[in-house]
């Protein structure tokens, strides 16, 4: 069976490499963009299996990308979005955008696999 494909938009450089490494040994094949502007690019020609975004990155944030997915490219795939900003604005704001998970920062690698797991399911 193939690697399930994950685009990890991080650009904490310190977790991007502590979640690349961890979903690596969990079986993952990850696409690390380090801010918005590449998750759109690297979106133009693949589909991944699922994403895990960071909610604030440059040029455009985790809930603009979740935006694009779900209203420009009609794209049906598990959304989890990371963010230390958790409030509740952020949180609503993301799930009426069509994310499917949230997690607080700082993120527990083994509760972002068992999350994966089960929007995979």
Not at 26 to 51: M, N, Q
């Amino acid at each position: 069976m193939d690697k399930l494909k994950l685009l990890l938009a991080e650009d904490d450089e310190l977790l991007a490499s502590l979640l690349d490494f961890r979903l690596k040994k969990a079986g993952y094949e990850v696409i690390l963009c380090v801010d918005g502007k590449k998750v759109k690019e690297y979106l133009k020609d693949h589909t991944p299996d699922v994403i895990v975004s960071d909610i604030m990155m440059p040029y455009f944030s985790g809930l603009e990308v979740t935006d694009y997915v779900r209203n420009q490219l009609n794209l049906k795939i598990p959304i989890i979005i990371l963010s230390s900003a958790g409030n509740e604005e952020n949180v609503l704001n993301a799930f009426k955008l069509g994310a499917n998970d949230f997690l607080p920062k700082p993120v527990s690698p083994a509760e972002l696999l068992l999350r994966l797991t089960k929007e995979l399911a």
